[in-house]
């Protein structure tokens, strides 16, 4: 929904719009440049995420 990626941005969190609305894209994009991408597959997604995983890993919290 628009308030959860009103949320997410607001936490500086990368939001992925797949099949948006040209107009939505535009809405969130205005928002936030570089936090919101927009795809029109979930594989371009899982490109996203996989990319943003191998610049900023995350680790379980016990392996510290």
Known sequence: TA?????AIKENKTVI???QYPESQVFFQNLSPRQ???VDTPQEAIQIV????SEHPVYPD???
């Open 3 to 7: 308030s959860e990626i009103a949320l």
């Open 17 to 19: 719009l797949l099949n």
């Open 36 to 38: 919101v991408a927009r």
């Open 50 to 53: 996989m990319h943003s995983l």
């Open 62 to 64: 016990d392996s510290h």
